[in-house]
């Protein structure tokens, strides 16, 4: 099978869709060697998580031939470069298809992370709402299957563009390998070192935005042990401010510590290393940083009303986003219990072998084989 993707975000983007474009190819390319793979992208930027390509002789990298209006060759163009290289399925990995794909003869599949900016328009502006929407119900129309990477991203298809539910197929992604393997001592001590890390913290992990609920945690700590302060690692939007000026006014400035620009291998040593990993979004696709959190080894605590409690399994706890007393409850019952602990870290590591990249890989294969076959 000769199989085409939307790789731009593989090759521009380190975080969110990069990492599930990335993911998604790489598991692909080891798991079903007898496919093609095709990466089309405006450049192929230099990029060091993209190595993995040189090991696989059944991947190649295809670019526009003029470097100029390379938005419309990827939003147009492309289609006549996929029929020139006989692609027999393209799959947009970021909600997008280009324009005349349904009139190429090439099937189609694209992948809905999310619908944020419909369920929280005012954070996205006029603009940017409006070109989103056009993209997504462009290419939920006109793709073959639409792959949706949890039940909520599915549903919220349903309910909010109304797409016929059998066009829909839950594929969950993966994370990177690195999360699952356990740190030595003189790893950890180095990372700890560097940071300057406490021997105990509490754990976030993601973009500084409001959607991100973090100012939820920051609440929560007036009500936890003193000497557990609360380590965040992300980049910091506007929502930050809100987040800091809270923080000024409770005297909680020695409470948080705020890393950003983490390099990649670091990060899943900061996780091993943290007691409690704390998620209180309201809104997710899926909730990579809870898997990677688990694959860990590290207890979740993450927010109902989202898709968290599918990333996260029946062994994690949850709170109520709008309840930091809720979160400080939860909070403390697991700093006080070693035990349990212990028990929600090996469970969390058994149901995230629900997510192995041998059998996501299976399920796309199947998708695309079924894509090709019968629609």
Same mark, same amino acid.
């Given at each position: 099978?000769?199989?085409?993707?939307?790789?731009?975000?593989?090759?521009?983007?380190?975080?969110?869709?990069?990492?599930?474009?990335?993911?998604?190819?790489?598991?692909?390319?080891?798991?079903?060697?007898?496919?093609?793979?095709?990466?089309?992208?405006?450049?192929?930027?230099?990029?060091?998580?993209?190595?993995?390509?040189?090991?696989?002789?059944?991947?190649?990298?295809?670019?526009?031939?003029?470097?100029?209006?390379?938005?419309?060759?990827?939003?147009?163009?492309?289609?006549?470069?996929?029929?020139?290289?006989?692609?027999?399925?393209?799959?947009?990995?970021?909600?997008?298809?280009?324009?005349?794909?349904?009139?190429?003869?090439?099937?189609?599949?694209?992948?809905?992370?999310?619908?944020?900016?419909?369920?929280?328009?005012?954070?996205?502006?006029?603009?940017?709402?409006?070109?989103?929407?056009?993209?997504?119900?462009?290419?939920?129309?006109?793709?073959?299957?639409?792959?949706?990477?949890?039940?909520?991203?599915?549903?919220?298809?349903?309910?909010?563009?109304?797409?016929?539910?059998?066009?829909?197929?839950?594929?969950?992604?993966?994370?990177?390998?690195?999360?699952?393997?356990?740190?030595?001592?003189?790893?950890?001590?180095?990372?700890?070192?560097?940071?300057?890390?406490?021997?105990?913290?509490?754990?976030? +992990?993601?973009?500084?935005?409001?959607?991100? !609920? $973090?100012?939820?945690? &920051?609440?929560? *700590? @007036?009500?936890? /042990?003193? %000497?557990?302060?609360?380590?965040?690692?992300?980049?910091?939007?506007?929502?930050?401010?809100? +987040?800091?000026?809270?923080?000024?006014?409770? !005297? $909680?400035?020695?409470? &948080?510590?705020? *890393? @950003?620009?983490? /390099?990649? %291998?670091?990060?899943?040593?900061?996780?091993?290393?943290?007691?409690?990993?704390?998620?209180?979004?309201?809104?997710?696709?899926?909730?990579?940083?809870?898997?990677?959190?688990?694959?860990?080894?590290?207890?979740?605590?993450?927010?109902?009303?989202?898709?968290?409690?599918?990333?996260?399994?029946?062994?994690?706890?949850?709170?109520?986003?709008?309840?930091?007393?809720?979160?400080?409850?939860?909070?403390?019952?697991?700093?006080?219990?070693?035990?349990?602990?212990?028990?929600?870290?090996?469970?969390?590591?058994?149901?995230?072998?629900?997510?192995?990249?041998?059998?996501?890989?299976?399920?796309?294969?199947?998708?695309?084989?079924?894509?090709?076959?019968?629609?």
């Amino acid at each position: 099978m000769k199989i085409g993707y939307d790789a731009k975000r593989a090759f521009y983007n380190n975080t969110g869709l990069g990492n599930y474009s990335r993911w998604l190819i790489k598991s692909l390319a080891y798991f079903h060697p007898e496919n093609s793979y095709f990466l089309y992208t405006p450049k192929a930027k230099a990029n060091q998580r993209l190595n993995f390509l040189g090991d696989h002789g059944n991947i190649q990298t295809v670019t526009p031939q003029s470097k100029f209006f390379t938005s419309w060759w990827r939003s147009k163009g492309i289609v006549k470069d996929l029929q020139r290289d006989s692609i027999e399925l393209y799959h947009g990995l970021s909600h997008e298809l280009p324009w005349g794909i349904n009139r190429s003869g090439i099937k189609s599949i694209v992948t809905i992370h999310d619908l944020i900016f419909m369920r929280y328009p005012k954070q996205f502006g006029w603009f940017n709402y409006r070109v989103y929407l056009a993209k997504v119900k462009h290419a939920c129309k006109v793709a073959d299957k639409i792959i949706a990477i949890s039940q909520k991203t599915k549903d919220d298809l349903i309910e909010l563009l109304n797409i016929d539910a059998d066009k829909i197929e839950v594929v969950y992604q993966g994370c990177d390998v690195a999360f699952k393997e356990l740190k030595n001592d003189k790893q950890k001590l180095a990372v700890k070192a560097k940071y300057n890390l406490p021997d105990k913290f509490l754990l976030n +992990v993601g973009t500084i935005e409001e959607r991100k !609920n $973090l100012l939820l945690v &920051v609440q929560a *700590l @007036k009500n936890t /042990p003193a %000497d557990v302060p609360l380590v965040v690692v992300g980049k910091p939007k506007k929502y930050a401010e809100k +987040v800091n000026d809270y923080i000024a006014a409770n !005297n $909680l400035t020695n409470r &948080v510590i705020f *890393l @950003k620009d983490i /390099p990649f %291998d670091e990060l899943p040593v900061i996780y091993q290393l943290a007691p409690i990993f704390i998620y209180p979004s309201r809104y997710e696709g899926f909730g990579i940083p809870v898997l990677e959190a688990l694959n860990s080894g590290t207890p979740v605590i993450a927010a109902t009303g989202s898709c968290l409690e599918e990333a996260g399994g029946p062994d994690s706890r949850y709170a109520n986003p709008d309840d930091a007393d809720d979160l400080a409850q939860q909070i403390n019952l697991l700093l006080a219990d070693d035990n349990l602990r212990q028990t929600m870290a090996a469970k969390g590591r058994e149901y995230a072998e629900n997510f192995n990249d041998d059998k996501l890989a299976l399920q796309l294969q199947q998708v695309y084989t079924n894509t090709l076959n019968y629609a």
